[in-house]
């Protein structure tokens, strides 16, 4: 099985912060995503990676970068939180390109930011 | 922006009554996908559908990709309480490949 961990389930942050997210996948997926997901809007895609150092930017990726030096690790960096990036972050892997390929989620981080 | 539109966005029903939510969209897409979400996890995919016309069945779930191909419902029959979550539609533009999340249906079985 396909296992996506996500660093932390809970994450209290104060305005101003630089706030990391952490994400580590164990089955060589070549592609990894992040999300967020607020209720009553879904899942939005912040950024996603198809390949080492390769970063593409998704739907609402202001206020955010991502960093992936390693395959199986993928991070999502708040450079300044803010509290409306309050909300549940969910990180996704998968093996291929294209939608034939599902997407694998970890339990996500919640975070606050005050 | 291309946008799905998923309903109900909550339901609370009985026990072993028979439960649908469906997703429609402005575009046509060629993918449509169901998840579902259990209180403190991640999604996991449920079925997949890559044809107009397609019904696949997971179990007591059944789902069907519209003639259309700008819809897509779900229906879960004799809902136990495990049933309990929240259930997205993804569907993928035949343009862009790009893949789009429902806004989501919170279900809750009462016993």
């Known amino acids: 099985d396909v296992k996506v961990t996500q660093s932390s389930r809970y994450l209290v942050k104060r305005t101003g912060e630089k706030v990391f997210l952490e994400c580590v996948q164990d089955m060589d997926h070549e592609n990894m995503f992040w999300y967020r997901q607020d209720p009553g809007l879904g899942l939005r895609l912040i950024y996603f990676?198809?390949?080492?150092?390769?970063?593409e930017k998704g739907d609402i990726p202001e206020g955010y970068s991502v960093s992936r030096e390693k395959k199986e690790r993928f991070s999502l960096i708040l450079e300044s939180a803010s509290t409306n990036q309050t909300s549940m972050y969910l990180c996704?892997?998968?093996?291929?390109?294209?939608?034939?390929?599902?997407?694998?989620f970890g339990n996500g981080t919640r975070l606050t930011v005050t | 922006g291309q946008q799905l539109n998923q309903s109900p966005q909550s339901m609370f029903i009985q026990e072993g009554e028979d439960v649908s939510m469906n997703c429609t969209s402005s575009?046509?897409?060629?993918?449509w996908l169901w998840y579902k979400q259990d209180p403190g996890e991640g999604p996991v995919l449920l079925i997949a559908?890559?044809?107009?016309?397609e019904l696949t069945s997971n179990g007591r779930l059944t789902a069907q990709f519209g003639i259309t191909r700008k819809d897509s419902f779900l229906n879960i029959s004799a809902s136990i309480p495990s049933d309990v979550g929240i259930y997205f539609c993804?569907?993928?533009?035949?343009?862009?490949?790009?893949?789009?999340f429902g806004q989501g249906t919170t279900l809750q079985v009462k016993p």
């Open positions: 996704a892997s998968s093996l291929l390109q294209g939608n034939n390929s599902p997407l694998h």
């Open positions: 990676s198809y390949d080492v150092k390769m970063k």
């Open positions: 575009s046509i897409f060629n993918t």
């Open positions: 559908l890559y044809k107009a016309g």
């Open positions: 993804a569907g993928a533009s035949s343009n862009t490949g790009k893949l789009i």
